[in-house]
């Protein structure tokens, strides 16, 4: 098998993977046939995640680098770098750092609709920071291009599918924060708003 189709063939078994285990559904039952609270699950969730990611990132080793970006430039896109994994800890502080990664136990309740800071531009900030990281690399290889294509129909995909299942959890009130707040791309204000 070329490399290339090994690469394509783990993300795909990682993108399956990490959207079933989040099904809400399928959540509850795991928790119960397993045993685990939700912070143990999210927990759980998190660290196979991220051991499966490194399984596909360890694929298709020796690949074409089509771009390097020289000098001064290379600083300055590895710096937009870090401010994008800077921004994503402020997006998660803003919603719960500690719970998102499983540290942090949840309470009954605690799920609620955030539409201020980071959630106030667009309505997946995290997905956008990601494609930013994603897009700024500043070695742009085979490997890394089509792990940016991919990752980034998966981002879509699965905010497609995340909108519907906040649709029904918040109902009307999310409805109005999808009619305020674009979906992945911020809105750029052309004109200052008046002064009415």
Not at 32 to 40: K, R
Not at 120 to 133: D, K
Request: glycine share 8%; net charge positive; with cysteine.
């Amino acid at each position: 098998m070329p490399d290339s189709l090994d690469f394509i063939l783990r993300f795909l078994i990682f993108a399956a993977v990490h959207s079933l285990l989040a099904i809400p559904r399928l959540k509850q039952q795991l928790r119960e046939l397993t045993g685990l609270n939700a912070h143990w699950y999210r927990l759980t969730y998190n660290v196979l995640s991220l051991v499966l990611f490194g399984w596909v990132v360890l694929a298709w080793q020796s690949t074409r680098v089509i771009y390097l970006v020289p000098g001064v430039w290379n600083l300055v896109m590895q710096g937009l770098q870090g401010l994008s994994l800077i921004a994503m800890l402020l997006c998660l502080r803003q919603t719960g750092l500690g719970r998102f990664l499983g540290f942090t136990p949840e309470s009954a309740g605690q799920d609620s609709l955030t539409t201020t800071g980071c959630h106030a531009v667009v309505r997946h900030p995290l997905y956008l920071l990601g494609l930013l990281f994603f897009l700024l690399n500043p070695v742009m290889t085979t490997r890394w291009l089509t792990l940016t294509v991919i990752g980034t129909a998966y981002v879509i995909i699965g905010g497609l599918v995340e909108e519907r299942r906040l649709l029904r959890q918040f109902g009307t009130s999310y409805a109005r924060y999808q009619q305020n707040v674009p979906f992945l791309l911020p809105r750029l204000r052309l004109k200052a708003p008046s002064a009415d």
